[in-house]
C-alpha cells in the first residue's frame, strides 16, 4: 500500500499566505496541515508516499525530508496543473499495481484509517453537506456501494460528498479510466477530476464502497482554517514545553506555543497557535495563528492568520498578513 498527496496547489484562497508558503505547511495545532494527514497515515501502518508537488514544492521536499526521515518518499512534480486526475496520472510508474490511499493534500478528517485500509473493497470517504454543489458527490445505493459519482453537480441528487480520501484496490482500472479521460479531453469545470475518472471504474465494474468520516476539518480559507485550529487545539490538547515561563504572562487554554518563543506582559488564548521563534510583548492574542519568527508588540488579534517573518507594532486589528511582512500600526 502506498499513499499519495497531492499538494500541487496554490492555495489562492488563502493568500497572501501562499504565495510564499505552501497550503499543507501552515500550523495548525502544533503541527501543520500536512503532518496531521501524514501521522495518520504512517501510524496505521503505511511507510511508503508519493507527494505531487509544483507551487513552492522544494519547501515540501524539504520538509517531509526533515519530519520524516524513516519514510520511503517520492515527489512527482506537476508543471501544469490540471486537477488531480491529471496530477495522479503522473504517478502511474511509481505505483505499478500497487493499492494506493490518495489523500488530498488539505484534506483533515476523523476516521478508522486501518478500518479503511483493511477493507476488501475500494472506498471513498463521504460526509453529509447543506449543500454538495460545490464538491463531488456520491450517489449511493442501500448496501453502502456508490452507483455514480459526480464533480459539482448543479443538481445534487445526493447530499453526500466526498471529502478527498479515496482507498482504491484497482489501481490498474484507475489508469486506465485516467488516461482515457485525459486522452478524449473529458473535463469537469475545466480540470481532469478524480471523481469522473472513478465514475469510470464504478460504470465499468469495480466496486467502490463509501465510509463516512466523523469529522473534516475545512482547511480551505482563513474563516474556516481558524475555526478547524480551535477544534483540533481542544482535540489534541495544550503544546507548551513545560521549561516555558512566560513573564507577567497568561495563557488561556488551548494553545500551541512552538519552540524558542519569548513571550512577556501578554495575554495569549484562547484557540491560539504560535510558531517557532516567535517573540510577544504587551499584547492581547486570540482565536488566530501566528507563523514563526514573527515579532508582534502592543497589539490585539482577535481571528487573525499572522504569517512568517512578521513585525507587527500597533493597535486592535483583525488581520490576515502574508510572510515577510513589517507593519506599524502606531
Known amino acids: 500500500m502506498k499513499a499519495i498527496i497531492p499538494v500541487a496547489g496554490a492555495g489562492t484562497k488563502l493568500r497572501p499566505h501562499t504565495y510564499t508558503q505552501p497550503k499543507a505547511l501552515i500550523p495548525m495545532a502544533g503541527k501543520t496541515i500536512l503532518s ?3 501521522d495518520q497515515l504512517r501510524d496505521a501502518g503505511i511507510s511508503e508516499f508519493i507527494f505531487i508537488v509544483g507551487y513552492l514544492g522544494d519547501k515540501i521536499r524539504d520538509y517531509v525530508k526533515a519530519n520524516y526521515p524513516d519514510l520511503l518518499v ?21 505505483v505499478d499495481d500497487d493499492e494506493v490511499m490518495v489523500v488530498l493534500g488539505d484534506t483533515i478528517c476523523e476516521y478508522d484509517v486501518k478500518k479503511v485500509l483493511d477493507s476488501p473493497e475500494s472506498m471513498l470517504g463521504v460526509k453529509k453537506v447543506d449543500d454538495p454543489r460545490d464538491f463531488g458527490v456520491a450517489e449511493i445505493d442501500s448496501d453502502g ?9 448543479q443538481i445534487p441528487k445526493s447530499n453526500m460528498a466526498l471529502v478527498g480520501i479515496y482507498k482504491i484496490k484497482e489501481t490498474p482500472q484507475l489508469f486506465e479510466c485516467l488516461d482515457k479521460n485525459i486522452s478524449q479531453g473529458l473535463r469537469s469545470h475545466g480540470e481532469y477530476s478524480i471523481t469522473d475518472a472513478l465514475d469510470c471504474m464504478i460504470q465499468n465494474g469495480n466496486q467502490v464502497k463509501v465510509f463516512k468520516v466523523d469529522s473534516w476539518f475545512d482547511c480551505g480559507k482563513k474563516e474556516t482554517l481558524l475555526d478547524s485550529n480551535a477544534t483540533l487545539l481542544r482535540k489534541f490538547g495544550d503544546n507548551i514545553e513545560n521549561h516555558y515561563s512566560f513573564e507577567n504572562t497568561v495563557i488561556i487554554h488551548p494553545v500551541s506555543i512552538g519552540k524558542n518563543c519569548e513571550i512577556k506582559n501578554s495575554i495569549i488564548g484562547p484557540n491560539v497557535t504560535v510558531g517557532d521563534n516567535t517573540t510577544i510583548d504587551f499584547s492581547i492574542i486570540k482565536h488566530s495563528i501566528i507563523g514563526s519568527f514573527s515579532n508582534l508588540f502592543d497589539i490585539v488579534l482577535d481571528y ?11 493597535e486592535t486589528r483583525t488581520l490576515n498578513i502574508g510572510d515577510n511582512t513589517n507593519i506599524d500600526l502606531g
Request: aromatic share 6%; hydrophobic share 40%; proline share 2%.
Open 145 to 153: 456501494f456508490v452507483t455514480h459519482l459526480v464533480e459539482k453537480p
Open 74 to 94: 517520492h515527489f512527482v512534480f506537476q508543471n501544469d496543473r490540471q486537477g488531480i486526475g491529471h496530477a495522479l496520472k503522473l504517478t502511474k510508474e511509481i
Open 304 to 314: 487573525s492568520l499572522i504569517g512568517s517573518d512578521t513585525s507587527i507594532r500597533g
Open 36 to 38: 496531521i494527514i501524514v
